[in-house]
């Protein structure tokens, strides 16, 4: 993994923490915690986090 993967993999995996958090506060709904993430794959493209949503 090169830098520019990991600040990729890093800035996906903060950014989901975050939106977690938000629908497990009731802020989001499920449906806009799975267009979120969707959204986030689609900008950062991470390697690990990529993976975990295909078989997670």
Same mark, same amino acid.
């Given at each position: 993994m090169d830098?520019?993967?990991f600040r990729a993999?890093?800035?996906y995996q903060a950014s989901l923490i975050l939106a977690q958090g938000m629908l497990h506060s009731g802020l989001l709904t499920e449906a806009?915690?799975?267009?979120? =993430?969707? +959204?986030l794959l689609a900008r950062y =493209?991470? +390697?690990l986090g990529g993976l975990y949503c295909e078989f997670g």
């Open positions: 830098d520019e993967q993999e890093t800035a806009e915690f799975s267009k979120i =993430k969707e +959204l =493209k991470p +390697l």
